[in-house]
């Protein structure tokens, strides 16, 4: 203690060190650490998605089978570090080029198609109410298990959907019935338009991280 | 003649040895760095240490040769790697080692933690250094995690969602770890770049100095076990290096030289 004393440090001068030290060290801080934490301000904070909030067309309702699930390979735009609109354009890189690609399995519930399908093929005008009907048939799930990520796959032999890597299990309409996942599959939210197609946009019940 | 050229050879690499001593202190440093007094007994044990830094050393050289092909873009990198593997002189040879030592690697740091724990040779006066070791071992975890993802082929695509998808599972921050990682909230180019620069930058430059804390650390208080079991030896030691030093400082007598001829 004694040694310490030899250099008094004097109450301001200990304060006016304090408050430099603070501003620098904010100064020196914050621009490094707000931009490498971009992404998750721009996300979490702010709300934006790098995934383009189009509507991508899947199949038409007559071509989901009876009694098991079809899959499909859907490739929504994604704007990642390369810039909106306008620099894509400019520098004449398609934003279209840069995709997230989806698996989706498609089913009808418990398997059973609506009765309403049967008179639908494609080309016909779909109604309203058949809309309605089929919407409420029909489970449009995205392929990643709800554990950890993996793509599951459906096994006829039992028909149950399977994750390979730690063996969830999910029934035909993507309902967790064992293994380690802590939820359903997770659903897209998806319209059936007049035309008789299924449309997907890439936002689910709930927050699956990766997809 | 052959005697009087290898005389002036011997007194010429003399006078050049002492003139960087004086200048860098360098001949000594390495004199203090070469000479270690190592416990006889499970003498083979004691190199599991050297067989992890010679592994590290690997990764650096091969990765900086790789770093002249690879592209880190989503529509490059796998190319890029194939380039490397197909076409590149050696490549195969080159990403061959970097993978297997990068293998090899983690087990020998297994035997290497693992050794040290059984000999006891985290305690006291070596806490700190079994700390830097528990540290370095981390960041070579995240860097061979970091590095599957590198070659954007199924293997390491998915590996690297399940990984970061267990990052998801942090109590309260999952989401904002999710994001950080990938750099948005899909995996895409940002993440490659971020996985890259995490891989070839950031932890390397945190690697490297932390490896030199461990070997000063280690230098400082000596393998475990001589100070007890080798005290003989290690007087002896320090008896050499102290006539070594004597000598240098003051020379020889002339006599004595002719003597020792």
Redesign the interface.
């Known amino acids: 203690m004694a040694e310490l004393q030899k250099d008094p440090i004097t109450r301001s001068d200990f304060l006016g060190l304090g408050v430099i030290g603070a501003v620098m060290g904010t100064i020196l801080t914050i621009p490094p650490v707000a931009f490498?934490?971009t992404?998750?301000i721009?996300?979490?904070v702010e709300g934006e998605?790098?995934?383009l909030r189009t509507w991508e067309r899947v199949d038409h309702v007559a071509n989901i089978p009876e009694g098991e699930p079809v899959s499909y390979v859907i490739e929504f735009p994604?704007r990642?570090?390369?810039g909106d609109d306008r620099i894509q354009e400019e520098s004449g890189v398609s934003q279209q080029e840069?995709t997230?690609r989806n698996g989706v399995w498609v089913s009808w519930r418990d398997g059973q198609p609506p009765e309403v399908l049967g008179g639908i093929g494609e080309g016909d005008e779909v109604s309203r109410d058949q809309i309605e009907e089929l919407t409420q048939h029909l489970n449009v799930m995205n392929s990643?298990c709800a554990h950890?990520?993996?793509?599951v796959r459906w096994v006829a032999e039992v028909e149950e959907l399977l994750c390979p890597?730690h063996g969830g299990l999910y029934d035909i309409n993507g309902e967790h019935i064992g293994g380690p996942p802590p939820r359903d599959l997770y659903r897209y939210t998806f319209e059936i338009r007049e035309d008789g197609f299924i449309y997907i946009t890439h936002e689910f019940d709930g927050?699956p991280?990766?997809? | 003649m052959i005697g009087r050229v290898k005389a002036q050879t011997v007194e010429t690499g003399k006078l050049l040895a002492d003139w960087i001593e004086d200048r860098t202190g360098a001949v000594s440093m390495m004199e203090k760095f070469l000479y270690e007094p190592v416990p006889k007994r499970g003498a083979w044990l004691y190199t599991l240490g050297s067989a992890t830094l010679f592994l590290i050393v690997l990764q650096f050289l091969t990765g900086i040769l790789l770093l002249f092909y690879y592209v880190p873009t989503v529509d490059h990198a796998w190319n890029s790697v194939y380039y490397i593997m197909n076409e590149a002189y050696f490549g195969q040879l080159i990403r061959g080692i970097h993978y297997w030592s990068a293998n090899f690697l983690m087990a020998v740091i297994g035997l290497h933690m693992a050794r040290t724990f059984f000999s006891g040779a985290y305690k006291a006066p070596r806490e700190l250094n079994w700390v830097v070791g528990v540290v370095l071992f981390l960041l070579v975890i995240v860097l061979a995690f970091t590095g599957y993802l590198l070659r954007w082929d199924q293997d390491g695509f998915w590996a690297s969602v399940v990984g970061i998808k267990i990052g998801s599972y942090s109590p309260f921050i999952g989401g904002y770890v999710v994001n950080f990682l990938i750099g948005g909230d899909v995996i895409g180019p940002a993440t490659l770049s971020r996985f890259f620069a995490i891989h070839v930058w950031l932890l390397p430059a945190i690697l490297a100095p932390l490896i030199g804390v461990h070997l000063y650390l280690l230098r400082r208080h000596g393998e475990f076990g001589s100070e007890f079991e080798y005290t003989e030896r290690l007087a002896k030691l320090k008896e050499r290096q102290r006539l070594e030093e004597y000598e240098r400082r003051y020379g020889l007598g002339e006599e004595e030289e002719e003597r020792r001829e």
């Not at chain 1, 950890?148 to 793509?151: E, F, I, R, S, T």
């Open positions: 490498v934490l992404p998750l721009k996300t979490e998605s790098d995934v994604i990642q570090t390369y840069f997230v990643t950890l990520g993996c793509p890597c927050d991280y990766i997809v």
